[in-house]
Structures are given as C-alpha cells and as structure tokens.
C-alpha cells in the first residue's frame, strides 16, 4: 500500500533551467508535507515543507505548490544548479501519527552543467 | 552541533547470522527513529521512540528484528537471524520533538549474502 508515490524515477534538466518533481499522495489524513533530499552515502536532510493548509510555500531557489482536491504536490527549483543534483523524496505526516513520515520512492534529479 | 552518528558504515554479513547497529541522536534530542531504506524505495518506518518508550513499531518484523534505546539516549538495532531481503540501508534519525524537524545519520548499509 503505496501512500505516497513519486512516479518519475529521474529527472534530467539543464542548468539554469527548471526543475519539476512530483509527489501524488492517497492517505487524506495527511495533513504536514516534507520534502527532503539526499545525497550518496548521507543521510536525507530536510528542505522545504508545506501545511495543509497552504498551498504554495518558497524558500529561495525552492517553492513546493500543493493541490489538496488532487492529492498532488510539486517541488519546483529555479534555476536549477549541478549542486541540485541528488535524490528528492517526498514525505507526508499525518495529525494523528506521533511525527511518524510516509516517504515516496524518490526522484533522482540530475543537472547537466 | 554534532549531528546524528551511526555505526558501522557497512556491514556485510551471511543469512542466518545476527547484527547490530548502534544510533547517538543529537543531544537532547527525545525523539529517534530506525528507518528501513531498500534500493530504489523510500525509508520506511521501523520503530520510534519517545525517549526510552517505544511510540510506534508497527512495521517493526518483531519475530527478527528488536530496539532498545537505553537511558533515552543511544539506540541499538538488532537483526537476528537476518535474510536476505534484510539487505537495506538502516538509516537512524532524531527530532527535538515528535513533531518537529528529524534529522538523519549516514545510515548503516547492510548485505545479506
């Protein structure tokens, strides 16, 4: 039981360009989403989220728009860099779960110099 | 601030055979988690303490797998005997609260031969 699903397994952009990760959740109990990104042989380190109750939220290069009629949320990276380059997972939270996350297969983003 | 240590790195071990990771969250930290990453999939949630009470093991195999977190600091992992689907990355994480940002250690990647 897929809760949480990143269709695309990768994503090859240019750099300067945009980058568009997507995320479908099924669970309507959830109500806090997270992405996080990850790196070889580190740990997934937190990078933006949203409450439900928004529907956009921005930190610099970084929006993550959500649609909850859709069950649907994107990350968005303008402009993409070769730093950008790793593995995205989305993540989602329920009220009622003690903090625990449903995380989606991951996206691997690679940006071409 | 030092962040989440894990221990071994690697470990590559036969089925049948018993191992053990070991997790120091972040000081102060009483929430931390054992998550399961297999190739290609997201983590997946094993078992979350609230300082030394155990909040969710749900997805927790228990018939092979066991946590303690001692004193509600230092955690440790067993799996005893492994399989070979036990082949994973076991990735610890902390958070100040249940509810707040989990931060993640490298992760311990384990083969099962």
């Known amino acids: 039981d897929q809760q949480v699903k990143q269709n695309s397994p990768s994503l090859s952009v240019q750099e300067g360009r945009i980058s568009i990760l997507n995320c479908d959740y099924t669970n309507s109990m959830f109500d806090y989403f997270l992405w996080y990104k990850k790196y070889p042989a580190e740990g997934p380190t937190f990078l933006i989220s949203i409450s439900s109750i928004k529907d956009k939220n921005e930190d610099g290069r970084f929006t993550v728009f959500l649609n909850k009629s859709a069950k649907h949320l994107s990350l968005h990276i303008v402009p993409s860099q070769p730093g950008d380059s790793a593995v995205y997972f989305c993540a989602a939270r329920a009220v009622s779960s003690y903090g625990k996350l449903t995380f989606g297969q991951g996206t691997i983003l690679t940006v071409h110099p | 601030e030092a962040g989440v240590a894990q221990s071994p790195r690697y470990k590559i071990i036969e089925k049948r055979q018993s191992v053990a990771f070991w997790c120091n969250p972040i000081s102060g930290h009483a929430t931390l988690y054992w998550y399961q990453q297999i190739l290609g999939q997201g983590p997946k949630l094993l078992i979350q303490f609230q300082n030394n009470g155990v909040v969710d093991d749900s997805q927790l195999p228990k018939d092979r797998f066991s946590a303690e977190r001692l004193k509600g600091v230092d955690s440790t992992l067993k799996i005893q005997p492994a399989k070979l689907e036990d082949s994973a990355v076991y990735l610890c994480?902390?958070?100040?609260?249940?509810?707040?940002?989990?931060?993640f250690g490298p992760g311990t990647r384990l083969t099962v031969l």
């Open positions: 994480a902390s958070s100040s609260g249940q509810y707040n940002e989990q931060f």
